[in-house]
């Protein structure tokens, strides 16, 4: 086992040299080392040719503290939630309460943020942290020896050394991991008193040292040191898987060894091989075993935090805020050094005057640029009979334009590599609403919101799955009294493994013998706790005869983490919200006026709180009888005098219904005989319109016949007439022609010719005269016969 474990311890440390020694670096720069060494020792004092150069400033501004401690606040001011919830048939909904309830007590008593914060600020600095789940003896426990589970941090994370081969983020599949570190010899001899390495630490720490170097070390001040771990090993190995009937003849299953003595031989139903996994614990150094144990859960109980994690060929590598973020952050060292460094180099600048102002006073003014003087003296000196002018400094600026603009840039760089941009930084500065600065700040954190996520859905998910493989085994004892958080961080008691009824004060009682755990005779579709003739929903207090088991070893269970605001921010939203209710509503307040006052943070909210609560109506306050015991004789003298109001008030809104329903009747029947006559005035007015419509279109198809018919009869007309003026013209043409021929025998070709010019031109005359128009009445429809009519 020794030989494995120390082979498997060199894999890891060479698996993991360069993302451990990145890690160092990272955490090395966010303490202030941000100079390299080489940068260091050539700014450095030199001696050159036997002249000193002193050394170049190296200024550290660390520009990555704001940004990397807003992304650690992210986690700090989250609330994060386990709920827990059944997941096979035997998993009831109110055992998930309770576990819910004891993972949240579990928590809170062992202050579990203080491990996961400690955790998530290396993993965002550096890319990993680890925190771990343990196992304790309760202090004040008696006789009965029983543990606890707590959640502590691991205070030197570089001592963590996961199986390297695993592959899901949270290394729930590893098959095994180191958590430890190196030991004084003289604080080994204190703890480890009976080890063999103690009779005989020098030859024992020189054997080490021979066969298993990286198991020895020294000190700062050369002390011997030895390397002490924590070794958790998967085991598996064949075992009997049995299923049997428990005394209730429900079916339940275990191993072989672990089945109980009461359960006789004829309840076993099956015997089945199986593999079993357990999980074995060594504290070892390099040679021996200095204890070992089997670890109650399945799960090596060591839970991851980390950042962004990468896969290069197929090597794996985490980093965080601070690696990506090296290089700008060294750029605004060196753009302040050299500013600084301009600065300092400009020499001071001189007083100028004439020669002999100064006699006399030499002293004073030798001093001048190093020392305060109220006041400065001066010889009188003239210059042509007249008055020298004063001495005067002569001032010339350094030149920091190029350093300022390079500090600027750089932590622009800054910015861009950290996504913090100034909204989130508190410089709001500009001409920006306050949604504006809201959205870059929203838009700012879900730069770096995959931290946060991994915590809640990775390491929280892995956590939960643990402390839920661990409580049936640790709060195993039947009987076992515990307390419970809820989500207001309310306690109370409840009783493990055993049916139980509540006491006189609240406190769970065995239950009776022979009884068993719910109400016999209840009527179907009853909830638990509710009475004959109550309303659904309202569950009244369990009275003491039916007892309540939370039997952890039953059923499975899953888990889920939400991330919400913190218990601060969500009681102010709650007290704001509550507020607004009563605004609306100011009857509510004797009903929830206690939880008003509760979420408030004045002196004397609490009192306030109480009283009204204890003024509640019983049916309200029949949880806190159940956990707090009976109330008071003025408590119910009050109780009896806010039902009498109660019942007079019902009696009143019982009346006021009535009446509302009889006003309601009357309301209805009018609404409907006015809907009736509505409906026959639009059907009235519909009908009117339709008629007018069709008289309408009667009209205008009348109208469009008439005008068609009148349009065809004077067509046909002007064809008449156009015809009978043609035909006039062409008898006239044709008397003249066979006059003009006529003539022509009896005359000269000159006279025949003139003749027939002078017919033509009188034949072109009466056909012009017989197509000029001539008006005539449209209405008479009459066309005149008289010659020369035309068109």
Not at 245 to 255: I, M, N, P
Not at 481 to 487: D, H, N, S
Not at 712 to 732: F, G, K, P, S, V
Request: proline fraction near 7%.
């Amino acid at each position: 086992m020794l030989t494995l474990a120390r082979q498997r311890f060199t894999l890891v440390s060479e698996a993991e040299s360069e993302q451990r020694t990145r890690e160092r670096d990272d955490l090395r720069f966010d303490a202030g080392e941000q100079w390299p060494d080489d940068v260091k020792a050539a700014r450095g004092g030199q001696v050159v040719d036997g002249v000193p150069i002193p050394a170049r400033p190296m200024l550290t501004v660390s520009r990555l503290d704001q940004p990397v401690q807003l992304v650690i606040n992210q986690a700090r001011s989250a609330h994060l939630g386990i709920q827990v919830h059944a997941d096979s048939d035997k998993a009831t909904e109110a055992t998930a309460e309770v576990l819910q309830g004891l993972i949240r007590h579990i928590e809170v008593r062992s202050q579990a943020s203080l491990a996961r914060d400690w955790a998530f600020e290396r993993a965002v600095k550096c890319g990993r942290g680890f925190y771990r789940v343990l196992t304790q003896e309760i202090e004040d426990s008696g006789e009965t020896f029983d543990q606890e589970i707590v959640v502590e941090r691991i205070l030197n994370q570089a001592g963590v050394y996961l199986d390297p081969y695993a592959q899901k983020p949270d290394w729930s599949d590893a098959e095994w991991a180191f958590v430890g570190g190196f030991v004084p010899a003289a604080q080994f001899k204190r703890e480890y008193p009976d080890a063999s390495a103690t009779a005989n630490m020098d030859d024992a720490f020189m054997g080490v040292g021979d066969e298993a170097p990286e198991w020895m070390g020294e000190d700062n001040n050369g002390q011997p040191t030895v390397r002490v771990m924590e070794y958790f090993v998967i085991e598996r190995t064949q075992a009997e898987r049995v299923a049997y009937r428990d005394a209730q003849g429900g079916l339940a299953s275990a191993w072989g060894d672990e089945v109980p003595e009461s359960v006789p031989s004829e309840a076993i139903e099956t015997r089945e091989p199986s593999e079993r996994r357990r999980v074995r614990w060594y504290k070892i150094t390099g040679t021996e075993v200095l204890a070992e144990q089997v670890w109650p859960g399945r799960y090596i109980p060591i839970i991851p935090v980390i950042g962004r994690e990468q896969n290069i060929d197929g090597v794996r590598r985490w980093i965080g805020v601070i690696n990506p973020a090296k290089d700008a952050q060294r750029l605004f060292n060196y753009a302040v050094s050299t500013a600084v460094e301009t600065v300092a180099l400009e020499p001071k600048a001189p007083y100028i005057g004439y020669e002999g102002q100064f006699e006399g006073h030499e002293e004073s003014w030798a001093q001048a640029n190093t020392r305060n003087f109220p006041y400065l003296q001066v010889k009188p000196t003239t210059i042509g009979g007249q008055p020298a002018p004063m001495p005067q400094r002569q001032v010339a600026g350094a030149q920091l334009g190029p350093s300022i603009a390079l500090i600027q840039q750089a932590a622009e760089y800054v910015k861009a590599t950290t996504f913090v941009y100034d909204p989130s930084l508190g410089d709001s500065s500009g001409s920006r609403s306050g949604r504006a600065v809201m959205a870059l700040q929203q838009q700012s954190d879900a730069g770096n919101s995959n931290y946060l996520d991994n915590l809640a859905q990775t390491s929280m998910v892995f956590e939960a799955k643990v402390l839920l493989d661990l409580i049936p085994h640790i709060y195993d004892r039947p009987g076992r009294i515990t307390r419970i958080l809820g989500t207001d961080d309310t306690a109370t008691k409840v009783m493990l493994n055993a049916p139980f009824v509540p006491g006189p004060d609240g406190t769970p009682q065995p239950a009776p013998m022979g009884m068993p755990p719910g109400m016999p005779g209840m009527p179907p579709g009853m909830m638990r706790g509710q009475m004959p003739g109550q309303m659904p929903g309202r569950p009244m207090p369990r009275p003491p005869s039916e007892p309540t088991k939370h039997d952890l070893q039953a059923g499975r269970y899953g888990v889920t983490v939400t991330v919400g605001k913190s218990w601060q921010s969500r009681s102010a939203q709650g007290a704001d919200e509550i507020a607004q209710v009563l605004q609306s509503s100011p009857a509510l307040m004797p009903i929830i006026g206690d939880l008003f006052f509760k979420y408030r943070d004045f002196p004397g909210h609490e009192e306030i709180a109480e009283r009204m609560k204890k003024m509640l109506p019983p049916n309200l306050q029949a949880g806190d009888e159940e956990a707090g015991g009976a109330p008071s004789p003025e408590v119910l003298a009050a109780q009896q005098q806010v039902q009498q109001v109660q019942q007079q008030a019902g009696q009143m809104i019982e009346q006021l219904t009535q009446q509302l329903q009889q006003m309601q009747q009357q309301m209805a029947q009018q609404a409907q005989a006015m809907e009736a006559d509505q409906s026959m005035q639009q059907m009235k007015l519909q009908a009117d319109q339709s008629i007018q419509q069709m008289k309408m279109q009667a009209d205008l198809q009348r109208a469009e016949m008439d005008a068609q018919t009148k349009l065809q009869i004077a067509e046909r007309q002007i064809d008449t007439e156009w015809r009978i003026a043609q035909l006039r013209a062409e008898t006239t043409l044709r008397e003249t022609v066979t006059k003009g021929q006529t003539a022509v025998t009896l005359q000269d070709d000159a006279q025949a010719h003139a003749v027939g010019m002078a017919g033509h031109a009188a034949a072109l005359q009466m056909t012009s005269a017989a197509m000029e128009p001539v008006p005539f009445e449209d209405d008479k429809n009459e066309v005149p016969d008289e010659p020369g009519y035309g068109v």
